[in-house]
């Protein structure tokens, strides 16, 4: 990372600057040229002069490429790279909402310069949007939405290097990260927050919640605070996001071990909270000085309070006084997004990526199936979990993580599933984002967004983490998106079949495997896919969180930005782009389908207003009032 502006980093990049891996062996060295030399394993993507092309067994058909017409509704735009949101000709986009604009009417003239008072911090709208989901609720439309990390610099700009210097900075940055609930409502000048809506809610770093499922009451989670091991305070680094079929809201806990740090660099733990502590990444410093001022975040004072983060939350947000719900039987790891689905039989399938390098893909099945009207809670905590494995055939099984399976107690499964999937046999990823499945074929697809480690080295567990098939270049600079198909159209099935979608890369720079697969073009060059949504049509919603310093390696991708993927063709086109520095992350649609709401996290320049860069949510629509989704 080059120049790196703290203010611009996405929550993946903090986490690996402030946390790097060790390392595990002696082979560390970049393999870049190595890459031209040995191609892809088991002949997954072939290549033709500077682009790659599909191979035969690839799910899409190349030749229904070239013979359809486009089912995108707009002309592709240019890559851009100043500080302004670009959107098709005949679309449009308004603001919705920024970081620190009012929840509540009491909170009116909230003041940025100086970070805005501690006091009405958690009465606005909080910092860093990302995942999202709309809901439509007794003629009610409400937004519940995440708030991923902070930006100290910007969010505390009267301390040094935006550090906390006080417990009433600590708590100020707790209560600007999270999630909001709000009202939203469309009137002649375009959507707002309906100030003082019953249904507006912060939810923070504080906010009581409930843990169930096979880990609650276990004794790695128990503290002094909840000697039962059942409650806890806050949700944290919420990341991507889900939505179950019973209409409520699933928030994803992600780096959550840069919250934690400790007064005592030599402090011992037992052996079982240490290789965990080793595993996701705890270290003695935390990102921005939580436990200096809060003790619940030492965790010399407190080893057993990082096994209550990492898991999915639920959250009814159409209950505002209702607890949240940590749910164990998810399993704990860094959780990108949550996409529920059913399958064939009415059981719920919730299928999660672990974003880190050489992590793994996972999915849960409920062993009871969805009924309207009927009980939930047991239905994302009693069932199966699994780790994704892909075959270099093209065939994939998903691997339970069962006692048998993994030799640990049902509970260690649920508190160190990385653990759990390591002994099970996983294929190693390239950092999964978001998973999305298809409301209109039973398919589901991952982004998996970059890993210079790939082939490099092995993961904080030592699994190897040489190229596999869908994870085929090394050092992998651009990420790609895998597809899966469940063997007997049943997202239960334990069996499918996978290709890859796309490989992104650059074939105007490369003539090897870093030029991509044969849908990357041009005219629609991007890196490190992450947010990825699939809208009621079909069409596939590509965010992105890469490097958009537009040279070398990455020249003509211009800014992070938006994408949409046709899933028959592989047709990929360009239809927003975020302002420098931003990453372009969180999507949901209106009920009416004719606006969709677009997050942009951590803008660099002084993007909406020219003053302080504001984390937003903006809405677009078409021109002609049309659906967008
Ligand atoms: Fe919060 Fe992996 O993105
Ligand atoms: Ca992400
Ligand atoms: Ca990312």
Same mark, same amino acid.
């Given at each position: 990372?080059?120049?790196?502006? #703290?203010?611009?980093?996405?929550?993946?990049?903090?986490? &690996?600057?402030?946390?790097?891996?060790?390392?595990?062996?002696?082979?560390?060295?970049?393999? &870049?040229?190595?890459?031209?030399?040995?191609?892809?394993?088991?002949? +997954? +993507?072939?290549?033709?002069?500077?682009?790659?092309?599909?191979?035969?067994?690839?799910?899409?058909?190349?030749?229904?490429? $070239?013979?359809?017409?486009?089912?995108?509704?707009?002309?592709?735009?240019?890559?851009?790279?100043?500080?302004?949101?670009?959107?098709?000709?005949?679309?449009?986009?308004?603001?919705?909402?920024?970081?620190?604009?009012?929840?509540?009417?009491?909170?009116?003239?909230?003041?940025?310069?100086?970070?805005?008072?501690?006091?009405?911090?958690?009465?606005?709208?909080?910092?860093?949007?990302?995942?999202? &989901?709309?809901?439509?609720?007794?003629?009610?439309?409400?937004?519940?939405?995440?708030?991923?990390?902070?930006?100290?610099?910007?969010?505390?700009?009267?301390?040094?290097?935006?550090?906390?210097?006080?417990?009433?900075? +600590?708590?100020?940055?707790?209560?600007?990260?999270?999630?909001?609930?709000?009202?939203?409502?469309?009137?002649?000048?375009?959507?707002?927050?309906?100030?003082?809506?019953?249904?507006?809610?912060?939810?923070?770093?504080?906010?009581?919640?409930?843990?169930?499922?096979?880990?609650?009451?276990?004794?790695?989670?128990?503290?002094?605070?909840?000697?039962?091991?059942?409650?806890?305070?806050?949700?944290?680094?919420?990341?991507?996001?889900?939505?179950?079929?019973?209409?409520?809201?699933?928030?994803?806990?992600?780096?959550?071990?840069? @919250?934690?740090?400790?007064?005592?660099?030599?402090?011992?733990?037992?052996?079982?909270?240490?290789?965990?502590?080793?595993?996701?990444?705890?270290?003695?410093?935390?990102?921005?000085? @939580?436990?200096?001022?809060?003790?619940?975040?030492?965790?010399?004072?407190?080893?057993?309070?990082?096994?209550?983060?990492?898991?999915?939350?639920?959250?009814?947000?159409?209950?505002?006084?209702?607890?949240?719900?940590?749910?164990?039987?998810?399993?704990?790891?860094?959780?990108?997004? $949550?996409?529920?689905?059913?399958?064939?039989?009415?059981?719920?399938?919730?299928?999660?990526?672990?974003?880190?390098?050489?992590?793994?893909?996972?999915?849960?099945?409920?062993?009871?199936? @969805?009924? #309207?009207?009927?009980?939930?809670?047991?239905?994302?905590?009693?069932?199966?979990?699994?780790?994704?494995?892909?075959?270099?055939?093209?065939?994939?099984?998903?691997?339970?993580?069962?006692?048998?399976?993994?030799?640990?107690?049902? $509970?260690?499964?649920?508190?160190?599933?990385?653990?759990?999937?390591?002994?099970?046999?996983?294929?190693?990823?390239?950092?999964?984002?978001?998973?999305?499945?298809?409301?209109?074929?039973?398919?589901?697809?991952?982004?998996?967004?970059?890993?210079?480690?790939?082939?490099?080295?092995?993961?904080?567990?030592?699994?190897?983490?040489?190229?596999?098939?869908?994870n085929p270049r090394e050092a992998n600079k651009y990420g790609q998106i895998v597809r899966w198909r469940p063997v007997n159209d049943d997202h239960a099935a334990e069996g499918f079949d996978w290709d890859?979608?796309?490989?992104?890369?650059?074939?105007?720079?490369?003539?090897?495997?870093?030029?991509?697969?044969?849908?990357?073009?041009?005219?629609?060059?991007?890196?490190?896919?992450?947010?990825?949504?699939?809208?009621?049509?079909?069409?596939?919603?590509?965010?992105?969180?890469?490097?958009?310093?537009?040279?070398?390696?990455?020249?003509?991708?211009?800014?992070?930005?938006?994408?949409?993927?046709?899933?028959?063709?592989?047709?990929?086109?360009?239809?927003?782009?975020?302002?420098?520095?931003?990453?372009?992350?969180?999507?949901?649609?209106?009920?009416?389908?004719?606006?969709?709401?677009?997050?942009?996290?951590?803008?660099?320049?002084?993007?909406?207003?020219?003053?302080?860069?504001?984390?937003? +949510?903006?809405?677009?629509?078409? $021109?002609?009032?049309?659906?967008?989704?």
């Open positions: 990372m080059k120049d790196v502006d #703290p203010t611009t980093l996405s929550a993946d990049d903090w986490d &690996e600057l402030h946390f790097p891996r060790p390392e595990e062996n002696d082979f560390d060295r970049v393999v &870049e040229s190595a890459i031209s030399r040995r191609g892809f394993l088991s002949g +997954v +993507v072939a290549f033709g002069s500077g682009a790659a092309a599909m191979g035969a067994g690839l799910l899409t058909s190349t030749s229904a490429q $070239a013979q359809s017409a486009s089912r995108f509704a707009f002309t592709p735009i240019a890559a851009q790279t100043g500080g302004a949101v670009h959107v098709p000709e005949g679309y449009e986009w308004k603001m919705l909402m920024r970081w620190g604009d009012p929840l509540f009417a009491d909170a009116d003239g909230y003041d940025l310069t100086d970070g805005g008072p501690v006091e009405k911090s958690d009465r606005i709208f909080g910092e860093n949007t990302d995942g999202m &989901e709309t809901f439509a609720f007794q003629g009610h439309e409400l937004i519940a939405i995440n708030h991923e990390y902070p930006n100290g610099k910007i969010n505390l700009p009267a301390s040094q290097e935006g550090v906390p210097a006080s417990a009433g900075d +600590v708590l100020k940055l707790q209560n600007l990260q999270g999630v909001t609930v709000m009202e939203i409502t469309e009137g002649p000048e375009g959507w707002s927050v309906v100030k003082d809506s019953p249904f507006n809610r912060r939810i923070h770093h504080n906010t009581p919640m409930n843990i169930v499922g096979p880990a609650a009451g276990h004794d790695l989670l128990k503290t002094e605070a909840d000697p039962t091991g059942t409650t806890s305070l806050g949700t944290m680094n919420n990341c991507g996001a889900g939505k179950t079929p019973w209409g409520t809201y699933l928030t994803c806990e992600e780096n959550f071990n840069g @919250y934690f740090g400790s007064s005592d660099e030599n402090a011992s733990y037992d052996q079982k909270v240490a290789e965990g502590f080793k595993r996701y990444g705890l270290r003695a410093e935390s990102w921005n000085g @939580y436990e200096l001022f809060d003790p619940r975040f030492d965790t010399s004072k407190n080893p057993n309070e990082p096994h209550r983060l990492g898991w999915i939350v639920e959250i009814d947000p159409t209950q505002p006084d209702s607890t949240p719900v940590k749910h164990t039987g998810l399993g704990r790891f860094k959780h990108e997004n $949550a996409e529920v689905t059913l399958a064939a039989d009415g059981r719920v399938v919730v299928y999660m990526g672990d974003d880190e390098r050489g992590e793994y893909l996972y999915k849960f099945v409920s062993n009871g199936s @969805y009924q #309207p009207g009927g009980e939930t809670e047991s239905l994302l905590n009693d069932g199966t979990l699994y780790v994704a494995k892909f075959n270099d055939d093209m065939t994939g099984a998903w691997l339970p993580l069962t006692p048998e399976a993994t030799g640990m107690e049902a $509970a260690d499964i649920s508190i160190f599933t990385r653990m759990a999937a390591s002994a099970a046999g996983g294929t190693t990823m390239d950092r999964p984002e978001w998973v999305a499945s298809s409301p209109v074929a039973v398919e589901a697809y991952c982004c998996l967004t970059n890993n210079k480690n790939r082939g490099v080295k092995p993961n904080a567990g030592g699994d190897d983490t040489s190229a596999n098939a869908p890859l979608y796309v490989m992104a890369g650059n074939p105007t720079v490369h003539s090897d495997a870093r030029a991509g697969s044969a849908n990357v073009n041009e005219g629609n060059l991007f890196n490190s896919p992450d947010g990825m949504v699939i809208d009621s049509t079909g069409l596939i919603w590509i965010q992105t969180d890469g490097n958009d310093d537009n040279e070398e390696d990455f020249a003509g991708n211009g800014n992070n930005q938006m994408l949409v993927g046709d899933p028959v063709t592989g047709e990929i086109a360009r239809f927003m782009t975020g302002p420098n520095g931003c990453e372009v992350t969180g999507l949901a649609w209106s009920s009416d389908l004719r606006t969709m709401f677009v997050g942009i996290q951590h803008p660099g320049s002084n993007w909406p207003d020219g003053g302080t860069p504001r984390s937003s +949510v903006i809405a677009i629509k078409r $021109a002609d009032n049309g659906l967008v989704g």
